[in-house]
């Protein structure tokens, strides 16, 4: 059962405008999110994480943002930069377990 | 090294074939995980170590896949009789503290392919 899911498979940007990218998750027990960003032949990288006891979270261009009862979460990336494309990993653990999910992904492309 | 170390990048085997696959975590972090990927889809969990201790398998998806990590750094994870549905990139992440609500680094994976 797919307990995280990324709807988007792909997103399509110009540069300097804003990118949404957007994961719901059904288990209740999740009290931890993070993001990651693949490139090509590369492992996954950690971008940003937030807590449930937070609805949102910043780093530079980079906000997370949380919506409990929703069970939904978004990264927001603004400016978005053509360095920016990649896709994006949705995950979601909780404090008392070693088993992160992942969505599918969404693929973003931002165009110069 | 500094980062995350995998190997081989990318292997090839004959259906039945057995398979090791090598991972090399960052000097130091105590937790380590193994992940597959299929093609599509984000990584699903197989299995966590904690130093040398297996504290979690259930992600591992028959007795065909073994893991171990005996001295609490270099991990190998096994396939046994590999079949065609094996295929699939193989992630091993570490992070220094027992929990995943630390960052954890990942590798850039064993890519598997079964023929």
């Not at chain 2, 696959?21 to 992940?35: A, T």
């Not at chain 2, 396939?79 to 193989?90: G, L, N, P």
Request: aromatic share 12%; net charge neutral; proline share 5%.
């Amino acid at each position: 059962d797919q307990q995280v899911k990324q709807n988007s498979p792909s997103l399509s940007v110009q540069e300097g405008r804003i990118s949404i990218l957007n994961c719901d998750y059904t288990n209740s027990m999740f009290d931890y999110f993070l993001w990651y960003k693949k490139y090509p032949a590369e492992g996954p990288t950690f971008l940003i994480s937030i807590s449930s006891i937070k609805d949102k979270n910043e780093d530079g261009r980079f906000t997370v943002f949380l919506n409990k009862s929703a069970k939904h979460l978004s990264l927001h990336i603004v400016p978005s930069q053509p360095g920016d494309s990649a896709v994006y990993f949705c995950a979601a653990t909780s404090y008392n377990n070693n088993d992160m999910r992942f969505g599918a992904g969404t693929r973003l492309t931002v165009k110069p | 090294g500094a980062g995350v170390s995998q190997s081989p990048r990318y292997k090839v085997a004959k259906r039945g074939q057995d398979v090791a696959l090598r991972c090399d975590p960052i000097s130091g972090h105590v937790s380590l995980f193994w992940y597959q990927q299929a093609l599509g889809q984000g990584p699903e969990f197989l299995t966590y170590f904690q130093n040398e201790a297996q504290l979690d398998k259930s992600g591992l998806p028959s007795d065909r896949f073994f893991a171990e990590r005996p001295e609490g750094s270099v991990s190998t994870l096994k396939i046994q009789r590999t079949q065609q549905e094996d295929s699939a990139v193989y992630l091993c992440a570490s992070s220094w503290r027992d929990s995943l609500t630390t960052e954890a680094f990942f590798g850039q994976g064993t890519r598997l392919t079964v023929v």
